[in-house]
C-alpha cells in the first residue's frame, strides 16, 4: 500500500464508478478518497467502498494523503479542476475530453508542467493490450499499404431525456465532446503508425450532423484527410445506435474489429482482431485480458509518475497527441456550427480557474508612453489567430492576468473577426477603461484620408467601445499629401475617438519627418508613434509588401531623436531565432527570405552563447534585445499557444546590459 498511488476522484458519478473498479483490478493504485459536494448522499460509502467521503472539491485537492487527482465531473468543468489540483501539486488524470477545446487542453499542459505534475487524457481504449495487438499487427504488413479507416461510436438514449447531461447544452453534451474523440484519436493512430511519434494530424476536416433542440449534436459524421493520402470516415451519436466496428482497409485486405472500445469488455473478456484477405480468406487474432478495461490507464499513470514522467508515452496519449486530437474535434465541431453557450463571454464571464479576471502578478512590467495617460505594458499581444473567442479569450485572460494590458489589433485583420473577440472579451471581462486598444486602418489599397473615420467607426463599433487608445494608419500612400493624413488622424483626436497618439505603421523616416514638420506649423496634434519591424535580426527581404524595418543604425538614432516610441512587429523575427531557422533549413521560404543573412546567422550564433549563459533561450534574449534599447521600444508578440506566451513573457526577466546588446548587434 505504501507504493501504491493513493487516488482522488473529483465528482462520484457513472464514470467514476468505473474508474474505482479500475483502481482496484489495478497494481499500482488504491483510492483513498472521493471528493463530492454531496457528501451526505445515500449510498456513496457503499458505491465506493474503503474510500473516505470528502466534502468539497477543494478539500480534495487540499489533502495531504492524495497523490493524485482523477476528474469525473462534466465536462466543463475539466479545465477548472485539472489546473487547480496542478497548483496543489496533484497528479491529474482527466476524463475524455481533456477539455472542451485545444486551448483549454493547452492551459491544462501549461499548468501541469509549471507545476512538475502529470497531466493525462483518459481514453482507457488505447493503454489496452487490444491496441498494441493491432499496432503489432497493422505494421506487419497482413493487409498491405492502408487507405481507408472507417469508425463509429454511437448509442442511443432512449428515450430522449433533455435535462440528462448528454443533451444539455450547459454542460456540454453531445456526440463529438462525449464519444466522438474515441474514432478521431484511433484513426490518428492509424494513420501515424509510421511516424516518429506515432501519431498523425488530418490536413482537411468536412462535417455534417444535425443539431437537435437542445443545440447539441445528436448525430454527425466526418471525413478526415490526411497528408500521406490515408482518409478516415468516423461517426459519432447519442441518440443513434450504431455499429461501433473499426475497419481498416489495405491494398491487400481489411481488418474489422466489433465494440473496439470496450476491447472484451468493462470486466475483461476477449476482443477479436478479424483479418480478412483481399481473396476473402479470414483469420483471427484473440486477445484475452482478464482485467479490469480501466485498470491499464491506472497502471500507465503510475509507472509514469514512478519514472518522473508528467505524461503518456504511446500508445497512450501525451500532450501533443492529446492536442491534435482536439484540435480536429474543434474542426469537426466548427464544421457543424456547434458552439456552446457557455463557451460565449457573455455568458462565461470568469477565467478558465473559475476567477473573475484580475492581475495576479506583474511580470509584464509597465510604463507610460507620451501622449498616453494609463500605464500600459511593455509589451502588446497581437493577432490571435486561436479560433473561437473562448479560445481567444483564455490567452487574453493569460496576458491580463501577468500584467499586460496593451492589445494590438487592426481593420482588416481577420475580415474583423479579432477585433470583435477583443470587444467581447473586454465587456465580459468588465476591463475596458484597464485595457489600451492600439487599432489600425487605411490599409492599401484603400490608404486615403477619408477612409481612416469610416473605418475607424467600424472598429469601434465591433470593439463594442466608442474610443481607441492609439492609432496608427496601417500603411503610407505617398501620392496623398501627408497633411491630409494627419488631419484626418487629428479630427479623430479633437472628436475623442483617438484618446491616445497617433502615427503610422510602414512609414519612412521622411514621410514621419513631414508629418511631423506639417502638424508643428499647422498646430495640428503631432504623430509620435511608429509601428515598424524592429528585431535583433534585420528584415532582408519585406515579409509583406510595403513593410519597412527600423532595426539599421540610422533608424536608431531617428528614434532616439525624434523620441518616437516604435510598436515593433516581428519583434522575435518570426521564428528565426528557433530551430526552425539555419543555413540548411529551407522549409520555411518566407522565413528564409525575410531574415537569412550572414549579419543575422552570427547575431544568432551569440544570441544562442549568451542564452546558453543565462539559462534561457536565443528567441527569449532576442526579445530581451529589443527591451533593451535606449530609445522607446514596445515588442508586439503573437503567441501561439499559453506556452509561448509564457516563454515570451520569462525575457522579462533577462536585463541586457549596454555592453550586451552592442556585443549581440556587432560581436565586440
Known amino acids: 500500500m505504501a507504493d501504491k498511488v493513493r487516488w482522488g476522484i473529483l ?3 457513472g464514470i467514476a464508478k468505473d474508474f474505482f473498479a479500475g483502481v482496484a483490478g489495478s497494481e499500482t493504485g488504491v483510492v483513498a478518497a472521493i471528493g463530492t459536494r454531496n457528501p451526505g448522499k445515500l449510498g456513496l460509502d457503499d458505491t465506493f467502498s474503503g474510500a473516505r467521503i470528502i466534502d468539497g472539491y477543494e478539500a480534495l485537492l487540499a489533502d495531504p494523503d492524495i497523490d493524485a487527482i482523477y476528474i469525473a465531473v462534466p465536462h466543463p468543468y475539466h479545465a477548472q479542476w485539472a489546473i487547480k489540483a496542478a497548483e496543489h501539486g496533484k497528479h491529474v488524470l482527466c476524463e475524455k475530453p481533456i477539455g472542451l477545446s485545444s486551448a483549454e487542453a493547452d492551459a491544462m499542459f501549461t499548468a501541469a508542467e509549471a507545476a512538475g505534475t502529470f497531466l493525462g487524457e483518459a481514453y482507457m481504449y488505447r493503454l489496452h493490450p487490444l491496441v498494441a495487438k493491432l499496432v503489432e499487427t497493422l505494421k506487419s504488413g497482413v493487409i498491405g499499404d492502408i487507405r481507408l479507416i472507417k469508425s463509429s461510436f454511437g448509442f442511443a438514449v432512449t428515450p430522449p431525456k433533455p435535462e440528462h447531461r448528454l443533451f444539455s447544452n450547459a454542460l456540454a453534451g453531445g456526440g463529438i465532446l462525449d464519444v466522438g474523440g474515441y474514432p478521431v484519436s484511433m484513426a490518428r493512430l492509424i494513420a501515424g503508425l509510421n511516424t516518429e511519434s ?8 468536412v462535417a455534417a450532423g444535425h443539431l437537435g433542440e437542445t443545440g447539441v449534436d445528436e448525430w454527425t459524421s466526418a471525413v478526415l484527410h490526411f497528408p500521406n493520402g490515408i482518409i478516415a470516415e468516423v461517426s459519432c451519436s447519442i441518440s443513434l445506435a450504431q455499429d461501433n466496428l473499426l475497419t481498416i482497409l489495405g491494398t491487400k485486405g481489411r481488418i474489422e474489429i466489433d465494440q473496439f472500445w470496450f476491447a472484451g469488455g468493462k470486466s475483461g473478456g476477449t476482443a477479436t482482431i478479424h483479418v480478412i484477405g483481399s481473396d476473402g480468406a479470414r483469420n483471427r487474432i484473440d486477445v484475452t485480458e482478464e482485467r479490469h478495461l480501466y485498470s ?3 497502471d500507465a499513470v503510475g509507472a509514469a509518475i514512478a519514472a518522473g514522467q508528467t505524461q503518456f508515452t504511446f500508445p497512450g496519449m501525451g500532450r501533443n497527441d492529446t492536442l491534435g486530437n482536439l484540435r480536429t474535434m474543434d474542426r469537426w465541431r466548427a464544421a ?3 458552439e456552446y453557450e457557455i463557451e460565449k463571454p457573455s455568458v462565461t464571464r470568469h477565467t478558465i480557474r473559475g476567477d473573475i479576471l484580475q492581475v495576479r502578478n506583474n511580470r509584464i512590467p509597465r510604463g507610460h508612453i507620451p501622449g498616453l495617460i494609463p500605464e500600459t505594458s511593455l509589451a502588446a499581444l497581437g493577432f490571435l489567430e486561436l479560433g473561437s473567442i473562448s479560445s481567444v479569450a483564455i490567452m487574453l485572460d493569460a496576458f491580463y492576468e501577468a500584467g499586460g494590458n496593451l492589445f494590438d489589433t487592426a481593420f482588416h485583420y481577420g475580415n474583423g473577426k479579432p477585433e470583435a473577440q477583443i470587444g467581447e472579451w473586454m465587456q465580459s471581462r468588465g476591463v475596458r477603461q484597464q485595457s489600451v486598444i492600439i487599432a489600425k486602418g487605411a490599409h492599401s489599397p484603400l490608404c486615403y484620408p477619408d477612409v481612416i473615420a469610416k473605418q475607424l467607426t467600424v472598429s469601434l463599433d465591433r470593439m ?5 487608445d492609439i492609432y496608427f494608419m496601417h500603411r503610407d500612400n505617398p501620392d496623398v499629401p501627408v497633411g491630409e493624413f494627419v488631419d484626418a488622424m487629428d479630427a479623430e483626436v479633437k472628436a475623442g475617438r483617438i484618446r491616445g497618439p497617433f502615427g503610422g505603421s510602414n512609414w519612412t523616416r521622411e514621410r514621419m519627418d513631414a508629418a511631423i514638420a506639417y502638424a508643428e506649423r499647422t498646430g495640428k496634434t503631432k504623430p509620435s508613434v511608429l509601428s515598424n519591424n524592429f528585431s535583433l535580426a534585420e528584415m ?17 538614432e531617428w528614434l532616439a531623436s525624434r523620441k518616437v516610441t516604435n510598436f515593433a512587429w516581428s519583434s522575435q523575427a518570426r521564428g528565426f531565432f528557433t530551430d526552425r531557422a539555419g543555413p540548411d533549413k529551407f522549409d520555411d521560404p518566407e522565413l528564409a527570405n525575410s531574415w537569412y543573412s550572414p549579419t543575422n546567422f552570427a ?4 544570441a544562442t552563447i549568451l542564452a546558453a549563459r543565462l539559462g534561457k533561450d536565443p528567441i527569449q534574449v532576442a526579445l530581451a534585445y529589443v527591451l533593451a534599447q535606449p530609445f522607446g521600444v514596445i515588442p508586439l508578440i503573437g503567441p501561439r499557444s499559453l506556452g509561448e506566451l509564457h516563454h515570451s513573457i520569462a525575457a522579462f526577466d533577462i536585463e541586457l546590459s549596454p555592453e550586451d546588446v552592442r556585443w549581440l548587434e ?3
Open 11 to 13: 465528482g462520484p458519478g
Open 666 to 668: 556587432h560581436g565586440d
Open 336 to 338: 457543424i456550427g456547434l
Open 464 to 468: 463594442k467601445t466608442d474610443y481607441v
Open 540 to 556: 532582408v527581404n519585406p515579409v509583406w509588401d510595403g513593410c519597412i524595418a527600423s532595426s539599421d543604425s540610422a533608424w536608431k
Open 198 to 205: 506515432g501519431f498523425l494530424d488530418p490536413d482537411k476536416v
Open 603 to 606: 547575431r544568432r550564433e551569440r
Open 296 to 298: 491499464f490507464e491506472v
